[in-house]
């Protein structure tokens, strides 16, 4: 029963999550009433900023204090996870991120909280962030405000039961897909959306191409200030994690917690870890 559950919503999410990857040239747009939009960007290419100048959605981003780059005047990266459900390679990840103590930010979905507990008991343990990634994954576009507040408040009253810790306060919005109204009314809920600066196509389970193509994908778009997205439930990544941290370190890069965005103080980084 629990495979085919699990292999269920990994049917649905790949359908969902086709569109994280689109990138400047793709229309970015939904076909919706309310205007929606998928995240998309124009990559960096040698060290150059990626923008979101050309999305038609820059505006709105930026009035509601969504996160797309760090500091781009300093070499600081940010790890982030979407766990939307688990692959068996997130212990593993993890033991990666203590071993090199780098700090990381994990969006869990509905599903993910009442199947891994122990894992995002674990996360909590070793000083990562745990943030709400809705509980069934929807288009947010296309639900009401109180839906939308019942899926989150899901998601967090979860993980508090499993981690002691009420505080939530970043929000990657399902599938990639947002719009002005979905923006407003999580930041009221007290959330930070979380896009990101460098992606690719590493969602597909049945398309993964090595852990050396997954450190070329990642590594080639480095920047200043990046938000790194990666799905947990990729082999490729698993493998390649620690050479991608040791190249970045490499390379002048520091890893930073969200918290530290905007040069905040970390409370839940109490281990000494990072």
């Not at 797309?68 to 005047?73: A, I, R, V, Y």
């Not at 459900?85 to 700090?103: F, M, Q, R, S």
């Not at 990634?133 to 998601?155: F, R, Y």
């Not at 306060?169 to 999580?186: K, M, S």
Request: include cysteine; glycine fraction near 8%; hydrophobic fraction near 40%.
């Amino acid at each position: 029963m629990k495979h085919a559950l699990i292999s269920v919503v990994m049917v649905c999410l790949l359908f969902a999550l086709s569109p994280v990857v689109a990138m400047a040239g793709d229309s970015g747009v939904v076909s919706a009433a309310d205007g929606a939009f998928h995240f998309g960007f124009k990559r960096s290419v040698d060290g150059k900023l990626p923008s979101i100048n050309e999305e038609g959605f820059k505006s709105i981003v930026d009035k509601h204090g969504a996160v797309f780059l760090g500091d781009t005047t300093r070499k600081e990266m940010f790890l982030t996870f979407d766990n939307g459900y688990e692959n068996g390679y997130t212990p593993a990840i993890l033991d990666t991120l203590k071993a090199k103590k780098v700090p990381a930010i994990f969006f869990v979905t509905g599903h993910y909280v009442k199947d891994q507990p122990a894992l995002v008991k674990r996360m909590a343990i070793e000083g990562h962030l745990i943030g709400n990634h809705s509980w069934s994954h929807p288009d947010m576009s296309t639900i009401s405000d109180a839906k939308i507040k019942e899926e989150l408040e899901s998601v967090k009253q979860g993980v508090t039961a499993i981690t002691g810790n009420s505080e939530m306060t970043y929000l990657r919005p399902p599938r990639g897909i947002f719009n002005e109204r979905t923006l407003r009314v999580t930041k009221e809920l007290g959330y930070t959306n979380v896009f990101w600066s460098a992606a690719y196509k590493d969602w597909d389970v049945k398309a993964q191409k090595g852990s050396s193509y997954a450190f070329q994908k990642v590594v080639s778009q480095f920047h200043p200030g990046a938000v790194l997205l990666l799905h947990s439930i990729s082999a490729d990544n698993t493998e390649a994690l620690g050479a991608i941290i040791d190249e970045a370190r490499r390379q002048g890069y520091q890893f930073k917690s969200l918290n530290q965005l905007h040069g905040d103080v970390l409370p839940f980084l109490t281990n000494g870890n990072y």
